[in-house]
């Protein structure tokens, strides 16, 4: 099958497919005419790709989860590694995001979000030092129209 038919079954686009060959993921067969050829395995291991990818997991990881996916002596714990530091991660930038909007939340509060010019977010975003805020004065092109 052409990589048209490859990305409507995969549920990826082609440009991603050839992402993926360019770096070693996939290896469609090719036709006589140089056109990849996609076969059923490749479809599959690009839905595998795409979950794996839906789930945090980065190239690199997917490389390795294919690589133990084929193996049959693999071992689950290797598995269950990787799953398991995927999900140290998230929860590491959970922490990360939640810090960042009760930061925002603060700024935002102390905002009196009124007609004046005062707005801790912008002093905040800044520096906080008050020398250093003074308005930035970037030129906007005008348009007639």
């Given at each position: 099958m052409n990589i048209g038919e490859a990305s409507r079954r995969s549920g990826l686009p082609p440009k991603t497919i050839r992402y993926y060959e360019e770096v070693g993921l996939?290896?469609?067969?090719?036709?006589?005419?140089?056109?990849?050829?996609?076969?059923?395995?490749?479809?599959?291991?690009?839905?595998?790709?795409?979950?794996?990818?839906?789930?945090?997991?980065?190239?690199?990881?997917?490389?390795?989860?294919l690589?133990?996916?084929?193996?049959?002596?693999?071992?689950?714990?290797?598995?269950?590694?990787?799953?398991?530091g995927r999900m140290a991660e998230i929860d590491r930038k959970i922490e990360e995001l939640m810090s960042l909007r009760k930061a925002l939340s603060v700024l935002a509060e102390?905002?009196?979000?009124?007609?004046?010019?005062?707005?801790p977010i912008l002093e905040e975003i800044a520096g906080g030092?008050?020398?250093a805020s003074a308005p930035l004065r970037i030129k906007t092109p005008k348009f007639d129209g």
């Open positions: 996939v290896r469609p067969a090719r036709a006589q005419n140089g056109y990849r050829d996609y076969r059923e395995r490749d479809v599959h291991l690009l839905r595998f790709l795409q979950r794996s990818r839906s789930l945090g997991f980065s190239i690199e990881e997917a490389r390795r989860l690589a133990l996916y084929a193996d049959d002596q693999r071992h689950s714990e290797d598995v269950r590694r990787m799953a398991s102390q905002c009196p979000g009124d007609s004046g010019p005062d707005c030092d008050t020398a």
